[in-house]
């Protein structure tokens, strides 16, 4: 059984700053890309940050120069930290990762159970 737990979220005003951790537990043998992902009320989940198992990261355009992933594979954890936060970073922000749990790379999907971001004006 594999389980991603999302924390760090809360409630800021515009131009703070918080930081999301993602730590993955349970039965892991490596951990590929992993993703934090965000859905604002009605609207669909869209793709903030992604780091790759080598290290390479991507970002949406809406966060980039403000967001920074990063990863610590000793401790099965990603992190996302956000920097000059604006009211449209309100959502809720989901962690996903490509977990294996053997050997022969049988990678799934995860998702965490989500986190709420609010950013005040």
């Known amino acids: 059984q594999v389980q991603l737990v999302e924390s760090g979220g809360g409630l800021v005003q515009a131009g703070g700053s918080l930081r999301l951790s993602c730590l993955a537990s349970?039965?892991?043998?490596?951990?590929?890309?992993v993703a934090w992902y965000r859905q604002a009320p009605g609207k669909q989940r869209e793709l903030v940050a992604r780091i790759a198992g080598d290290g390479i990261t991507n970002y949406a355009d809406s966060v980039k120069g403000r967001f920074t992933i990063s990863r610590d594979n000793a401790k099965n954890t990603v992190n996302l930290q956000m920097n000059s936060l604006k009211p449209e970073d309100t959502a809720v922000y989901y962690c996903n990762a490509l977990i294996s749990t053997s050997r022969f790379r049988d990678f799934s999907n995860y998702w965490g159970q989500g986190t709420q971001v609010t950013v005040s004006s």
């Open positions: 349970g039965s892991i043998f490596s951990i590929d890309a």
